[in-house]
């Protein structure tokens, strides 16, 4: 049995989460001691036991310690993970960090499979749906992973009801990434995006990020778009092409937020991924260790920094499959 403090790292869901996936894919019993432990209100929460819940329900595992607020989780996988071919689960929390995590499960599952998740597509501290599905799974495609999701409803935080139809189709044979240069800067296209909002509100996003990018060497092409959502809502979503790579930006209106404050934010993030020579941003690689652990080789890749939660999932990842990743710098580099 694996025994892990998972209060390490950021102190979030993330060790959780990872923890979970892996324990399902190799079958080895674990015990979490401190979950989310340094968190102003520890322990687990309503969208962490649904997560629990459904991978538990996958292969018949014995759970103990789930229930809210428990700090304490040990999790027994007692067969192969068996999943339905359409999957609707409705979380409290991020979706798209429940997408995440079910992507190698369900890779690995040996059908096609169709998940309807519903919560919370944009918030600002978790991917958007756009880092997801114009980003993250197009270089997943890359190494053999063969899945796309479509935004049916954004679902904006606290609320959520957001609605996100994905489909996950058998993985056949992964292929080690080479993501060491991100190349020249090629063209920056991006969405301002309105839910219930009266459309000056892109047009003043549209105009600052003009004034801000126009000084870029790249062809800039922005557009205006709208979603449904339960609740009135603005974003922002900037995607930066390399010869090698890529980045998504994202930025998230608020009640009070000026539109230009809004596209100063995305600008902002956007300059400072340029200012890094990494490949990739440093949530992407950390999320890429765990579906590039199966790869037939070896991987390289270079983040523009290195994050604590990249170095748990590095441990993670070599503790449950015995992968070796080597991180060659420190948190913050």
């Not at 340094?38 to 014995?62: F, V």
């Not at 519903?118 to 978790?126: K, L, Y």
């Not at 991917?127 to 904006?156: C, M, V």
Request: neutral net charge; aromatic residues 4%.
């Amino acid at each position: 049995m694996i025994t892990f403090d998972a209060s390490r790292g950021s102190g979030g869901g993330f060790a959780l989460r990872s923890a979970l996936v892996l324990s399902l894919l190799s079958g080895r019993p674990m015990r979490l001691t401190r979950i989310r432990a340094r968190r102003i209100s520890p322990g687990l929460k309503l969208q962490h036991l649904r997560t629990i819940e459904l991978l538990a329900r996958a292969c018949d595992a014995h759970v103990e310690g789930a229930v809210p607020g428990s700090q304490s989780l040990f999790f027994e996988p007692r067969r192969e993970a068996h999943w339905e071919p359409a999957i609707d689960i409705d979380t409290p929390g991020s979706l798209t960090l429940l997408l995440e995590t079910l992507l190698v499960p369900l890779s690995f599952s040996g059908q096609v499979c169709h998940p309807r998740l519903a919560g919370i597509t944009h918030a600002a501290r978790s991917p958007a749906f756009e880092n997801l599905a114009w980003h993250w799974l197009p270089l997943l495609g890359r190494a053999g992973y063969r899945a796309d999701a479509t935004l049916h409803s954004a679902g904006f935080a606290p609320k959520g009801g957001g609605i996100v139809h994905a489909t996950i189709q058998p993985a056949a044979g992964i292929v080690p990434l080479q993501l060491t240069r991100r190349g020249a800067l090629l063209r920056v296209s991006g969405h301002s995006v309105l839910a219930g909002l009266s459309p000056s509100v892109s047009e003043r996003h549209i105009r600052q990020l003009e004034r801000r990018l126009g000084i870029l060497d790249a062809p800039l092409c922005l557009a205006p778009a709208v979603v449904r959502a339960t609740v009135p809502g603005t974003y922002i979503v900037l995607q930066a092409e390399f010869e090698h790579s890529q980045q998504c930006l994202f930025a998230l209106g608020e009640l009070g937020k000026p539109p230009e404050a809004v596209a100063n934010e995305a600008a902002d993030a956007l300059f400072a991924a340029l200012a890094s020579s990494g490949a990739l941003d440093a949530h992407s690689a950390s999320q890429l260790l765990l579906p590039l652990s199966v790869a037939a080789g070896d991987s390289h890749l270079s983040s523009s920094r290195i994050s604590e939660q990249m170095l748990l999932a590095a441990e993670l990842t070599e503790l449950f499959l015995g992968t070796t990743i080597d991180i060659d710098g420190r948190p913050g580099e």
